[in-house]
């Protein structure tokens, strides 16, 4: 798993340490939530004419530059749809106001008060958590709504009631992480990480996660500067776990997983890791057809009619982040079509809203904004330029929900 990439469980901000309240049960809370489509969101009542102006602070250049795209080719999707194509909710034109924040939280706040200067009073973006954490305050501080993106930190769920999420958190992977164990009560889990904040990182969300759940997690933490992963593969086969988990960033991922497989680790145990974006899946080599991996999307999840619109719109097609712009898109046109100019109906208008997303059913849990959705297990099949993820199993939103927190 790609420390670069936000599927980290842990990226920028670090594993959530929040203390977590009992979780509020996602079946009720499913068949409890308003659920209506976009098209009929976007004729609620409310306005005067004028354009509703929509700020967009999301990385356009810098390292999470792809992950970007992804969003706002998925969020211009989503408003297209939700809209009918029109781009209108109530008669009135969205216009969208949009900002490179680079990755960086200085200047995502920076973009994000010009905006609110200009009178927008909603924000929408983030790939980066780091960058999510610092302008969800300034949402909260000027009483906008603030639509986070595929920032995964967990710390973004229930920061404050201004702050709603489109993606998933680092929570869920985690959740989905077990799911290739069942029961983990005295499983034997392995963290394989390099020895940094990242790795460590990966190791803190494990252990509270499935740790938490009565399995027994360790770490084998290699030197960033190792070039010979061939010790560290022993380990992990002295070591006879149940599931190993890998969390990995840089130019060695060939190298590690080349290693791993060469000293049958692949075939010994369950091992699993993150579904990067498209462009990835090479990195993996021939070792990527006996890997396991929890994915957040990848083009071909899901065949819902969301999905198809999205796909239809987006050239070449749908990646990891692509449901996070489109869900973003139909929380606006939620948001705008119930609440006119009004932030307060606004917030009102998206908690406990259901509605039906590019990966399935999406929920927005009233107590703390967390998105309760689905997630996915899959494989590669191929190598190289050929790997192309394969569907095995769909995970229900209750099978990966977190619990909920309070409200700040």
């Known amino acids: ?186 499983k034997k889990v392995v963290v394989f990480a390099q020895d940094s904040a990242f790795g460590k990182a990966n190791e803190a969300a494990v252990t509270a996660v499935i740790g938490g759940a009565g399995a027994k997690v360790s770490a084998i933490l290699v030197p960033a500067s190792a070039t010979d992963f061939t010790p560290f593969a022993s380990q992990v086969n002295a070591a006879k776990p149940d599931l190993l988990f890998v969390a990995w960033a840089g130019t060695t991922a060939t190298a590690m997983w080349g ?31 006996k890997i396991s991996f929890l994915s957040h999307y990848f083009d071909g999840a899901t065949s819902n009619d969301a999905a198809k619109a999205a796909s239809a719109k987006i050239t070449g097609g749908l990646d990891l982040f692509s449901p996070d712009g489109f869900n973003a898109a139909q929380m606006v046109v939620r948001a705008i079509a119930e609440g006119g100019d009004d932030v307060e109906k606004m917030v009102g208008a998206l908690e406990g809203w259901s509605f039906d997303g590019v990966k399935g059913k999406m929920t927005i849990r009233k107590e703390d904004h967390a998105m309760i959705q689905p997630m996915f297990q899959v494989k590669l099949v191929g190598s190289g330029a050929a790997a192309k993820p394969q569907l095995v199993k769909e995970l229900a939103p209750e099978e990966v929900t977190p619990p909920a927190v309070a409200m700040k």
Not at 266 to 277: A, E, R
Request: proline share 3%.
């Open 1 to 186: 798993m790609s420390e670069r990439r936000l599927h980290g469980f842990a990226e920028n901000a670090g594993f959530s340490r929040r203390v977590f309240v009992a979780s509020t049960v996602a079946a009720a809370l499913l068949a409890a939530a308003g659920c209506s489509s976009p098209q009929e969101a976007a004729q609620g009542t409310g306005g005067d004419g004028a354009p509703v102006k929509v700020g967009l602070v999301y990385s356009q250049s810098g390292a999470l530059a792809s992950y970007g795209k992804q969003y706002i080719d998925g969020f211009k999707a989503g408003l297209a749809q939700a809209t009918n194509g029109t781009n209108k909710v109530n008669g009135r034109a969205i216009e969208l106001l949009e900002a490179d924040d680079a990755g960086d939280p200085a200047k995502a706040v920076s973009a994000a008060k010009d905006f609110i200067g200009k009178g927008v009073k909603i924000l929408a973006g983030s790939a980066s958590s780091g960058v999510a954490l610092q302008v969800a305050p300034v949402a909260a501080q000027d009483k906008v709504l603030f639509i986070s993106g595929p920032a995964a930190t967990d710390g973004v769920t229930g920061v404050n009631r201004y702050t709603f999420r489109s993606g998933r958190q680092s929570y869920q992977d985690v959740l989905a992480a077990k799911s290739f164990i069942g029961d983990a009560k005295d």
């Open 259 to 289: 290693a791993l497989d060469q000293q049958g680790v692949l075939g010994s145990t369950t091992v699993v890791t993150g579904l990067d974006q498209k462009a990835s899946y090479p990195v993996f080599g021939a070792a990527g057809e």
